[in-house]
């Protein structure tokens, strides 16, 4: 393969570690020395520690060499989103509150990828909270589009896809609420996924809205995402949403899957406001599928509407409660000057939230309030059983349903940031998998006229990671929208 | 549902204990009205025989066994407070 080393697939690199073609540290400087060539540019991370994770690098070359391999992901570098606690570094959520907080303890995710040898690689930029869909609320720094640095990434995870898309590291892992993986994932160019909600242990992620959160992996190939979803999914004593399912080999399932499926289109998901090029290259995929002997069914979600306005119900709601914690009493920002212990709570607040925390904090406090609760809270969790269901009678007769990822690709920066309602709308695609715990993967299917990354998206039934990454490998393999490399 | 009045804005961020200044207090009551009117299309829907969905799956009775295990040492936990004094926080006066 003719691929620079930082460009090549953790499961290319694993082949190559395994023949002793290249070693782990000559990859991970490899990734560091693109990393220090392209950040100016695309400004993906918060924190690098070179060293470290040369150190980490080294370890695994000696492991490998007294036969003590721990598998494809040992020496494999791993960008990490900035809102996952790596015990010892910094964890800042892309926030003021947190600037100077440092983990205490490792997340369960973060655990597992140590047990397998994964170099973990910086912290990546993010909105504030993982609230949005830009990275354009981070309080430290925009993070560019790789295909346009005037775009931008997408959000909340845009750290995390850009510097993916970027060749600052292999893989990265993302978190994802209402889209924040998938959408950046579409719009730079790779693969996104969010697993079923319980797949993944919670445990060690920061909380935003804790019945739709799920943590997920960024590659540059569905083999690659399979082999890290692997490794990052089980039961965790430590969460007490993660659910006991069996973990089969997902990379395994991409490699052997085959048509015939049967794949729904839901005519909800095609209407005003998407995007003809978008519309165009999704088309085409479905095109694709039917070729390869798939049947393609017209179904229909009929609550897809209500799915958004739904969503920032729930998930304002809960992440006013969540973020309840940050009083500046125990850690995070404490406010310098307060006359008491309770203006202590309005003043530290007040300075280390950002603009869009603080609204959705006061829009989550207004629907739980008293008098509000039924007419807002409880009737959004009433819609949300009804949005679910939808996608269970569909799964009767579909093995997958197929939309786009994102109405549209990258945007400009700025232009969404003062209509919070259209930026919300960003996930209008993306949304109505996370209300209904489904799991969802968006893979690369083309490129704009303008030259921007266009995503599809795969929504599976319960746990049929396999077979949705299955789905996708196939897509992949008879294209090669997923080798295309931003012009940096 | 309820509003098309606008948010009580004094009222709900002193619920969620948070000082905004007048610039912001203007800003999130016309932002939030918007978004209050997008989310009023939930009326339409008919949810009076609809169980309400808290979790997509919900697993319930989750119990460990109830043994004593190790907590974060001390120094770990006050590593990150603002202001601490012989192992405690330290917070303004509470009472007189």
Request: glycine fraction near 8%; hydrophobic fraction near 40%.
């Amino acid at each position: 393969m003719s691929e620079p080393l930082h460009y090549r697939t953790a499961t290319d690199l694993a082949r190559g570690l395994a023949a002793g073609e290249t070693s782990a540290e000559e990859v991970a400087r490899a990734v560091i020395e693109r990393t220090q060539a392209v950040e100016p540019k695309v400004r993906a991370f918060h924190h690098r520690d070179e060293e470290d994770a040369l150190e980490q690098a080294r370890a695994s070359d000696r492991r490998r060499a007294e036969g003590r391999c721990l598998g494809p992901l040992d020496g494999i570098p791993v960008g990490i989103k900035d809102v996952l606690a790596v015990e010892g570094q910094p964890l800042t959520c892309s926030s003021k509150m947190l600037e100077n907080f440092v983990a205490p303890y490792d997340a369960t995710v973060i655990r597992r990828l140590k047990e397998r040898g994964a170099v973990l690689w910086g912290r990546l930029n993010m909105d504030e909270f993982a609230m949005g869909s830009s990275t354009e609320n981070s309080a430290f720094q925009v993070t560019a589009n790789p295909w346009d640095p005037e775009r931008i990434p997408g959000g909340s995870s845009g750290g995390s896809a850009a510097a993916c898309a970027a060749g600052e590291a292999i893989l990265t892992l993302g978190s994802d609420t209402g889209g924040s993986i998938r959408q950046p994932a579409a719009l730079c160019g790779i693969v996104g996924m969010k697993p079923t909600y319980g797949l993944v242990s919670r445990y060690g992620l920061v909380a935003f809205a804790s019945s739709l959160d799920q943590i997920g992996p960024f590659a540059r190939s569905v083999e690659d995402a399979a082999l890290l979803i692997g490794a990052i999914a089980g039961h965790d004593p430590l969460d007490s949403t993660s659910y006991r399912a069996e973990i089969p080999d997902y990379a395994e399932a991409v490699r052997s899957a085959r048509p015939p499926w049967k794949i729904g289109i839901p005519g909800e998901y095609f209407g005003e406001g998407l995007d003809p090029e978008v519309r165009a290259a999704v088309e085409l995929a479905i095109e694709f599928y039917r070729a390869e002997g798939c049947e393609i069914i017209d179904i229909s979600l009929p609550h897809t509407q209500y799915a958004v306005a739904v969503y920032y119900i729930i998930a304002t709601a809960e992440a006013s409660s969540n973020l309840a914690r940050y009083d500046g009493v125990r850690y995070g920002h404490r406010a310098a000057e307060a006359k008491d212990a309770v203006d202590l709570y309005f003043q530290s607040r007040a300075e280390g939230f950002g603009s869009e925390v603080k609204r959705r904090i006061i829009l989550g406090t207004y629907v739980l309030s008293s008098g509000y609760y039924d007419a807002y809270y409880l009737r959004a969790q009433k819609v949300r059983t009804l949005i679910r269901q939808d996608f269970l009678e569909a799964f009767k007769r579909v093995d997958a349903v197929l939309t786009p990822t994102s109405p549209v690709p990258a945007f400009k920066r700025g232009e969404r940031t003062s209509d919070p309602l259209a930026m919300y709308l960003s996930d209008i695609y993306t949304i109505s998998a996370n209300l209904a715990g489904l799991p969802g993967i968006s893979v690369p299917c083309g490129l704009s006229s303008g030259h921007l990354p266009i995503g599809l998206q795969l929504i599976g039934q319960p746990f049929g990671e396999a077979g949705l990454l299955g789905m996708a490998g196939h897509f992949e393999r008879h294209h090669d929208h997923h080798l295309k490399r931003p012009p940096l | 549902m309820a509003s098309t009045h606008p948010i009580d804005i004094d009222y709900v961020a002193n619920l969620a204990r948070i000082a905004l200044t007048p610039g912001e207090k203007e800003r999130f009551s016309r932002q939030l009205g918007d978004v209050l009117a997008y989310i009023e299309q939930l009326n339409e829907v008919d949810v009076s025989s609809v169980e309400p969905t808290a979790h997509a799956f919900p697993v319930v009775n989750v119990w460990r066994e109830d043994e004593p295990r190790p907590g974060l040492p001390l120094e770990k936990v006050l590593a990150n407070a603002p202001a601490s004094r012989e192992q405690m926080f330290v917070v303004p006066k509470v009472v007189e």
